[in-house]
């Protein structure tokens, strides 16, 4: 298959994705690992996996632009970890998952087409945590490209909390899916556990979107009474 046919098709492979012309390049990577803890001492907790808190207000996962010209895919990933978690953490070929072709938000945009890299690395416990306690101590972007790490909740309590609700938040570009493929292929959930999340989240989100239009005609009944 021809490497335009793959770009239409979104995904591409690592060796693929290097020779598409014109094209800006960003890596992305899921830290995660395995524990025994328990949530209130009886909800097991399974994997911490770590994304963060943007400071666009959306969820994401560390890493950022890389120019293949000048380092490798991995190279600039692990400078991008310097920056946001503080940890110059190795990111290597093997821990790569996907590379996805991402076309213009518009029509009419004249920007470069964009291509993102995933990956995933599996950690000791031990290192996850460390990993936390330098993105605030130590990274010099906490706080401000970074506003802070965020662990995703892979259970599902009585009332629902957990995975369901961490879903409808807003992540950026194809961050949410990258989770949930990602989840899937590491077989860190089962379809049928992420199948029910997702449909409690899309509840929560239409929810979500009624208080919203309430809270807009609450500000817009305020300003008319100024």
Partial sequence: MCVAHKMASKHLSRAEALACPGCRHGCHVMLYCDT?????????IRHII??????????????????PSEESLEAGLTR???????VALPILEEDHMDSCYAPP???SSSSPSVITHFYAKKMEEEQIRE????????????GQEVLGMVRVPLYT???????APFLSHSFVGNARSQL????????LITPEE????????LTIQARAAEELRAALESAEERRMLL
């Fill in 50 to 67: 770590l994304m963060q808190m943007r400071f666009d207000g959306l969820l994401g996962f560390p890493g950022g632009f890389v120019n």
């Fill in 194 to 201: 992420l199948q029910k999340a997702v449909a409690c989240s």
């Fill in 36 to 44: 025994k803890t328990l949530l209130f001492g009886s909800i097991p």
């Fill in 105 to 107: 938000s518009s029509s």
């Fill in 80 to 86: 991008e970890l310097s920056e946001e978690l503080g």
């Fill in 157 to 163: 309590m009585e009332d629902g909390g957990g995975l």
């Fill in 131 to 142: 990993l936390e306690r330098a993105a605030v101590t130590t990274a010099t972007d906490h």
């Fill in 180 to 187: 949930t493929d990602t989840l899937l292929r590491l077989h």
